[in-house]
T-cell receptor
C-alpha cells in the first residue's frame, strides 16, 4: 500500500537556522501531499499542501515542492524561530468512493533553541 | 466557520473498563469523519473512517469500535480496555476527497 517515510528526529536547531525535513512517499496513483504540524498538547494543523507534480505549497515561511521524479516532498524553512518547535508530519492522500484517507509518516520532532 | 470538538482531553481508565470518546463537528454537513491513534514512536494510525451516518470502515483489527449515530457525531468505544489501547486519539473531519483534514485537539488515554 501507499506509505510515507520521513526523516527521524529529533531535530534540534538554533534560532534563524535553515531547516530541512525530508519526506519520501510510495503511491500507486497520484496522491496529494501534505505537511501537518502538531504543537505541544494539541491536535494536528494543516501547514501546507500540494496536489500535483511540481506544485509548491507554502505557509508561515515553510515550503515544500511536490517532486514526482524523486517521490519527495521535503519541508524547508530558511530561518526557524523558537515558536516553530513542534512535531511535523508528512502525509499523502488516498481515497475511494468519496472518502479521503491520509497516510502519515511517523513525525519529526523539531526543537528550536534561542 | 467549522469547528470540531473532542472530549475528554485526558482520561485514565483501568484495564477491563469500557471507553467512550466523543467527537462532534459544527458548521458543515455530511463530513467525512476519522479516528486516528498516535502511539509513542509509531506515528499516526488510521483506526476508523466514515462517509455517512451508520457507515463505518475499520482500518485495523483491534479492541475498539466506532459509531456514527448522527451526521456530525463520531464515537469511539471499547467494551474492555487493554493496556495497549493507551495513546493519543485524534478525531478529524474533511469536506470531501481532496480536502485537507481538520483535527480536534485529541484525547490522551492512559490505561492502567
Amino acid at each position: 500500500g501507499d506509505s510515507v517515510t520521513q526523516m527521524e528526529g529529533p531535530v534540534t536547531l538554533s534560532e534563524e537556522a535553515f531547516l530541512t525535513i525530508n519526506c519520501t512517499y510510495t503511491a500507486t496513483g497520484y496522491p496529494s501531499l501534505f505537511w501537518y504540524v502538531q504543537y505541544p498538547g494539541e491536535g494536528l494543523q494543516l501547514l501546507l499542501k500540494a496536489t500535483k507534480a511540481d506544485d509548491k505549497g507554502s505557509n508561515k515561511g515553510f515550503e515544500a515542492t511536490y517532486r514526482k521524479e524523486t517521490t519527495s516532498f521535503h519541508l524547508e524553512k530558511g530561518s526557524v524561530q523558537v515558536s516553530d518547535s513542534a512535531v511535523y508530519f508528512c502525509a499523502l492522500s488516498e481515497g475511494e468512493g468519496g472518502s479521503e484517507k491520509l497516510v502519515f509518516g511517523k513525525g519529526t520532532k523539531l526543537t528550536v533553541n534561542p | 466557520s467549522q469547528t470540531i470538538h473532542q472530549w475528554p482531553a485526558t482520561l485514565v481508565q483501568p484495564v477491563g473498563s469500557p471507553l467512550s470518546l466523543e467527537c462532534t463537528v459544527e458548521g458543515t454537513s455530511n463530513p467525512n469523519l476519522y479516528w486516528y491513534r498516535q502511539a509513542a514512536g509509531r506515528g499516526l494510525q488510521l483506526l476508523f473512517y466514515s462517509v455517512g451516518i451508520g457507515q463505518i470502515s475499520s482500518e485495523v483489527p483491534q479492541n475498539l469500535s466506532a459509531s456514527r449515530p448522527q451526521d456530525r457525531q463520531f464515537i469511539l468505544s471499547s467494551k474492555k480496555l487493554l493496556l495497549s489501547d493507551s495513546g493519543f486519539y485524534l478525531c478529524a473531519w474533511s469536506r470531501d476527497r481532496g480536502s485537507p483534514l481538520h483535527f480536534g485537539n485529541g484525547t490522551r488515554l492512559t490505561v492502567t
